[in-house]
């Protein structure tokens, strides 16, 4: 989960005006693993694709163990992670938990390399020479790997091999969907869910799609509140080009430093849109503390602070920023706890910036641009060699690739039918890619199935993989169906590997 802000600026608030947690928030209906997990370890190569025995070095990799629900020869659910802490990702999948005990499954959540605690070279993991390890093909190898040694650690006297479920959600979910691409003798079937696939160059058509969808959320939890946005924005950007401005800017979100000109306006801009990004993907029925605390449709209740300062006919500058800062405050601060702003940091420290940065500059090159016309931000068009400058500035010595993802991992074959097998020898099956239809990030996925095998669902009322979580009272019925399909094909899938 990540938002789409094109920003390499790590920033996390300190944040915003001291608003008291709602009512609402103390109904929390977010809900912990009822099975704790055992950490083990797990010696993987570091370079995968290196012959050179004097090349050879390993490192441990970090994955979760829960065995309560397993049954001898039961299946292996296998959670591919992603850009985060993998106890984060545990915590939020609820879905496994619910269908391990009705499958016999064990669940497995592996870490991915130079994220959480699993890194290769230990705090010294992050310089650009150590870094180039860090790359999709070298995370799906390590996958690869740890099913084939859990294949083999479960093996069961009465089959050749246990069945495995992939199961990913955002990058997670791209990485369960390359994995059964990649090694489809070690993954009976992939959950994908919220994984923009199709979100690279080339490929990824308007590239506006994103913003859009962000501001169509807005509008359908009250259409007053765009055009206010809109207008917070257009102010925004005129008073940070002058001394009073900057000076109102700092009081109204209460930045730990004052904003010194341009370079901090942007800084401080690029956060608030990543708050709104956010308040987007985890527009979630009920309360949840995945990212941060959130209340019950954050997206709605973000609209209410926005109007309780300011319209769309606001000329009070003032106003409008308070508007703007109480709005995404709901992301940032709801709980009221944090003092002040500080630009310079990670707004989301769960989620591993080094790490993704890198990738990002490599070979996830997401496009992700706003025109301010079908959304509510400033213009900010989406520049490939602009992004490849920053790269090598950011990164000295790298060769950004932005092309080989889609070589490497399906690229537009993904839309066509001859890339899918239907019972065939070749081609890709058992995938189910998910969607959300308030997600963003929807605009970047597969949407349309391809064949019986290769099924793609939006959900009417989702989030960012809502249907990952675990099953509440207050889920949408398209969620509530998605379920039901996934146990359906994840019977297939396993009655097929047996």
């Known amino acids: 989960a990540r938002g789409c802000s094109g920003s390499s600026f790590g920033m996390r608030w300190h944040v915003l005006f001291v608003f008291l947690a709602l009512p609402l928030f103390a109904q929390c209906a977010d809900k912990l693993p009822p099975a704790r997990y055992e950490t083990r370890w797990f010696k993987q190569d570091l370079d995968h694709f290196n012959y050179q025995q004097r090349s050879i070095a390993t490192f441990q990799q970090r994955y979760l163990v829960v065995d309560k629900y397993w049954r001898p020869g039961g299946p292996i659910f296998f959670y591919t992670g992603n850009e985060g802490d993998i106890v984060m990702f545990y915590n939020n999948t609820g879905v496994m938990f619910d269908m391990a005990p009705e499958f016999g499954a064990l669940l497995i959540f592996a870490e991915h390399r130079y994220y959480g605690k699993t890194l290769p070279f230990g705090s010294e993991s992050f310089t650009t020479e150590n870094l180039q390890y860090c790359t999709i093909e070298q995370a799906l190898a390590d996958f690869a790997n740890l099913m084939e040694y859990l294949q083999k650690e479960y093996k ?126 985890l527009d979630y029925p009920y309360a949840t503390d995945f990212l941060h605390p959130l209340p019950a449709w954050p997206v709605r209740v973000s609209c209410e602070r926005m109007l309780m300062h300011a319209t769309d006919d606001t000329d009070d500058d003032r106003a409008l920023m308070q508007g703007l800062a109480a709005a995404t405050g709901v992301y940032f601060n709801y709980t009221g706890r944090i003092e002040c702003m500080d630009i310079g940091t990670s707004g989301t420290p769960r989620l591993g910036y080094s790490s993704w940065d890198y990738q990002s500059c490599t070979e996830i090159f997401l496009v992700c641009e706003r025109n301010g016309v079908t959304d509510f931000f400033l213009p900010q068009p989406w520049n490939l060699n602009h992004t490849l400058a920053h790269c090598r500035k950011r990164f000295k010595g790298i060769i950004p690739r932005p092309r080989w993802a889609m070589n490497a991992l399906g690229g537009k074959a993904w839309l066509h039918k001859r890339f899918h097998s239907q019972g065939g020898a070749s081609g890709v099956s058992n995938i189910i890619f998910t969607q959300g239809e308030l997600d963003p990030w929807r605009a970047g996925g597969v949407q349309k199935s391809i064949n019986p095998t290769v099924i793609a669902l939006v959900m009417r009322g989702a989030a960012h993989h809502l249907d990952l979580r675990f099953a509440n009272p207050l889920d949408p019925p398209d969620v509530v169906q998605a379920r039901q399909i996934f146990r359906r094909e994840i019977r297939r899938w396993i009655a097929e590997a047996e």
């Open 156 to 281: 069961s006297p009465s089959k050749e091999a246990l069945p495995i479920i992939l199961f990913g959600g955002s990058y997670g979910g791209m990485l369960a969907a390359w994995m059964r691409l990649k090694y489809p003798h070690l993954a009976a079937g992939a959950i994908s869910s919220s994984g923009p696939i199709l979100q690279f160059p080339e490929l990824y058509n308007p590239p506006t799609a994103y913003a859009k969808i962000v501001t169509d959320d807005f509008e359908k939890a009250n259409p007053r509140c765009p055009p206010v946005f809109r207008r917070a924005f257009q102010r925004y950007q005129a008073l940070g080009k002058t001394s009073f401005g900057l000076q109102l800017l700092s009081e109204t979100f209460r930045t730990c430093k004052p904003l010194r000109g341009g370079d901090d306006v942007k800084k401080l801009y690029t956060k608030l849109i990543d708050g709104i990004d956010y308040l987007a993907m």
